[in-house]
């Protein structure tokens, strides 16, 4: 049986490579605007319904603006997600090449 070693990852060296700090600050200003977005428009529902009458007119027969809001809630989560995947699988692109940076760089 052969015994290979996997090769020893300095981490440190990734993390101070100039692409890796630009990707996790696009990937956290990506994350925390979202995430605003989010539970802003989330937390309006409460707010709308208790303290104002705004939700509470009818917009299509008897249905209201409630729950036209609520229902938008669902398609904004869906929207949200389907947006997050497709800027992970950038964001997955990146890391792949900052890995290959990495390993190219390794013996020096």
Same mark, same amino acid.
């Given at each position: &049986?052969? $015994?290979?070693?996997?090769?020893?990852? #300095? !981490? @440190?060296?990734?993390? *101070?490579?100039?692409? =890796?700090?630009?990707?996790?600050?696009?990937?956290?200003? =990506?994350?925390?605007?979202?995430?605003?977005? =989010?539970?802003?428009? !989330? &937390?309006?529902?409460?707010?709308?319904? +208790? =303290?104002?009458?705004?939700?509470?007119?009818?917009?299509?027969?008897?249905?209201?603006?409630?729950?036209? !809001? +609520?229902?938008?809630?669902?398609? &904004?989560?869906?929207?949200?997600?389907?947006? /997050?995947?497709?800027?992970? $699988?950038? /964001? #997955?692109? @990146?890391?792949? *090449?900052?890995?290959? @940076? !990495? @390993?190219?760089?390794? +013996?020096?």
């Amino acid at each position: &049986m052969g $015994n290979k070693q996997k090769p020893i990852i #300095d !981490y @440190e060296r990734i993390a *101070s490579q100039q692409s =890796f700090r630009q990707l996790a600050r696009k990937k956290n200003s =990506f994350l925390w605007s979202i995430t605003a977005i =989010f539970l802003v428009l !989330y &937390m309006l529902l409460p707010i709308l319904t +208790s =303290f104002t009458e705004i939700l509470h007119q009818k917009a299509i027969g008897d249905i209201t603006w409630v729950w036209l !809001y +609520s229902a938008g809630l669902f398609v &904004m989560t869906w929207g949200l997600a389907h947006f /997050y995947v497709a800027r992970a $699988n950038k /964001y #997955d692109a @990146e890391a792949k *090449s900052i890995i290959a @940076e !990495y @390993e190219g760089g390794r +013996s020096k």
